[in-house]
């Protein structure tokens, strides 16, 4: 009897471990992905801004919002205004980080880094109008929204990170 109580014991812990496993993951997203190593060029939290909630004061002078549909996956944007002159934009989604030096052109003069998979740029685009100094101020405002959530995102409990880098290789190929 007394066996029969240990592995039944065993089984139920073992099966709250590999379920707590997921959802550690999926909650501590953002840190793992911005303390994981990248290259210079990768950018490893920006895919998961597809599918995780990225809270406000993660990144705290940019605002955060979901552009994906009421009931269809999350999709966060972040955005900072009148970064350099009045009314210029910068935008980060799950595939571009674009400034345009006026809010109501958006559409038609901008300088956009676009992203693969896994978060590295492939490469840039450069509409005509645009102020030499648009690829420094992207690529700055990246490295100062990882920072900021590498800063601000709560440590987990119970700490993933070799996990989550064997999974991201995966499935971010």
């Given at each position: 009897m007394k066996k029969v109580i240990i592995i039944i014991?065993?089984?139920?812990?073992?099966?709250?471990?590999?379920?707590?496993?997921?959802?550690?993951?999926?909650?501590?997203?953002?840190?793992?992905?911005?303390?994981m190593p990248h290259n210079s060029k990768q950018y490893p939290f920006v895919p998961i801004l597809l599918g995780h909630y990225l809270p406000e004061n993660y990144v705290p002078g940019y605002q955060t919002k979901n552009y994906g549909a009421t009931r269809g996956p999350i999709m966060m944007q972040v955005s900072k205004r009148n970064i350099k002159e009045k009314n210029d934009l910068f935008i980060l989604t799950e595939h571009t980080a674009t400034y345009a030096p006026k809010e109501e052109d958006w559409v038609v003069c901008r300088y956009g880094i676009y992203f693969g998979k896994?978060?590295?740029?492939?490469?840039?685009?450069?509409?005509?109008?645009?102020?030499?100094?648009?690829?420094?101020?992207?690529?700055?405002?990246?490295?100062?929204v990882q920072n900021e959530i590498k800063q601000n995102t709560p440590k987990p409990k119970v700490n993933l990170q070799w996990i989550w880098n064997v999974w991201f290789k995966i499935h971010y190929r």
């Open positions: 014991t065993s089984v139920v812990i073992g099966l709250f471990i590999l379920i707590s496993i997921p959802i550690n993951l999926r909650s501590n997203a953002y840190y793992y992905a911005t303390h896994s978060g590295i740029y492939d490469g840039y685009s450069k509409d005509k109008d645009i102020p030499a100094y648009s690829k420094e101020l992207v690529t700055h405002h990246l490295k100062n």
